[in-house]
Every structure is written in structure tokens, then in C-alpha cells.
């Protein structure tokens, strides 16, 4: 069985100064829960160095570059964006997205559409998929999505209802799921993967963040994916050698590699 972790990031077990920290424990553990390939997320710029070493030193460690919405202020360059995401071990263009749940300020509002679209447009330029953040701001993140047309990439770590997922669909892009589907309170989140045709699914950790069930309450990390994958596999009514087949297809299209 072959697991992917389509959207994790380990570069933060060293910048959130998680004590017992090792990324080569870290990446053997998730291989012998059958995770054997990683894709570890950019947030800031100056983060992508620490993963371009990562990505040179595992092979099986799968690198993006962009911006998190939230971090436009450390330094955010668009020309370094650009310059950066040209390197070729980068597969794919991310994170980036609108998130409002705390933002009420329109230029702030503004502000981050701005550099998503920024990153959109650096997306079609490569021809790279991009990834998605969206909370608070899931239909105007479609709305901007509209204006273009060859664009390709997923909404990670999803969490919105039927409808959304509709929209998502719609414009042809993929759905990962988390962790949050194993919570108790996430009823809406399961109905959604309900949904969701298979071809069109991936799954991720978002390590160290949203712990899945029963490991709530400690670092997460992309071992954990195999839970996730269980639990998708009982909901969506498929083998977990069937459902890892189809997800390592879908990541293999999305992200436009081979292995």
C-alpha cells in the first residue's frame, strides 16, 4: 500500500520549536504506516530554503513555494515568488488563498486578493497546480477563481458544506481532506466526503496541526495519515489498498509527476 501526504508541513516541527523533533524519525515513521511520499507546503518565503534542503535530502519529500494569506507581511516579494517557484523541484504553487475568519478590514481584505491573485497568475505562467487556504472567504475565493481559466489545483484541508464542494468541483478542482474528518463534531465535513467522486479526492495530515483521532492533543504528523485513510475508507465504502490506488493516481494527474 502506497499513502501520500498531500499536504503537510515538517519544516515546522523545527520553526515551532517542537522539542523532540527529527525529520528522519519523523519521515521513517510515516513510511513504516505505509506514508512513503510527502508534500510539504510553503507558507513564507523565507521558509523555502529549509525546504528546498529537505527536498535534497529525502527524496520522497515533495516541495511547493508560495505565501499563506495570513504571512503576506514577512517580506512577501512578488519577483522572489516568481524566481523561487521557477526552480524545478517545485511541483506546485502554495499555500495561498483568502483567509477572512478574523480579517474585517477591507484593505487588508484586498491586500490578500491582491497576492492570490499573484499567485494565480505565477500558477497558469508554470503551469503548476495551485494550493488553496480558504476560511471565511470560500465564495469570493470562487469568484476570483472564475476569471481563469487554465488553472488547476485543490482546496486543502476542506471543511465546507455540499454546496462548496459543488462549486469546487465544478472548475475542476480537487478536495483534500484532513485529519477533522475523525472528530466527533464533524458530521457536516463527512457528509461532504460523501460526495466527493473519488477521482477527484486527496487526503493530507496539515502536520503538526489538526491531530486526527485517537492522537488528539499531541504534534501531528504524517504517520497519522493512515488513520485518516481508514476513516475515509469505512465512510466511503472501499479497501484501503483500493482507495490508496486511486489517491496516488489522483495526486500523480494533479501534481503532474511520476515516481
Known sequence: MFLIDSHCHIDKFHYDGIIDYNLKNLISNAALNNVKLLLTVCTKLNYFHELININRSYSNVLISCGVHPLF????????????????????????????????????????????????????????????????????????????????????????????????????????????????????????????????????????????????????????YLKNIAECVSIIKNISLKKLSDILLNNFLQLFKINI
Do not use: M, W
Not at 136 to 154: E, H, M, R, T
Open 72 to 223: 503576506i507581511n514577512y517580506n512577501y516579494n512578488y519577483h522572489e515568488l516568481l524566481d523561487l517557484s521557477l526552480n524545478d523541484n517545485v511541483i506546485a504553487i502554495g499555500e495561498t488563498g483568502l483567509d477572512f475568519l478574523h480579517e474585517k478590514n477591507l484593505i487588508k481584505k484586498n491586500i490578500q486578493k491582491k497576492v492570490f491573485i499573484d499567485h494565480i497568475l505565477i500558477a497558469e505562467k508554470l503551469n503548476k497546480p495551485i494550493i488553496i487556504h480558504t476560511r471565511n472567504s470560500f465564495q469570493d475565493i470562487i469568484n476570483i477563481l472564475n476569471n481563469y481559466n487554465k488553472l488547476s489545483g485543490v482546496f486543502h484541508c476542506f471543511s465546507e458544506d455540499i454546496k462548496c464542494a459543488s462549486l469546487a468541483l465544478d472548475i475542476g478542482f480537487y478536495i483534500s481532506f484532513s485529519g477533522i474528518l475523525t472528530f466527533k463534531n464533524a458530521k457536516v465535513i463527512r457528509e461532504t466526503l460523501k460526495y466527493i467522486p473519488l477521482n477527484r479526492l486527496l487526503l493530507e495530515t496539515d502536520s503538526p496541526y489538526l491531530t486526527p483521532e485517537p492522537y488528539r492533543g499531541t504534534y501531528n504528523q504524517p504517520a
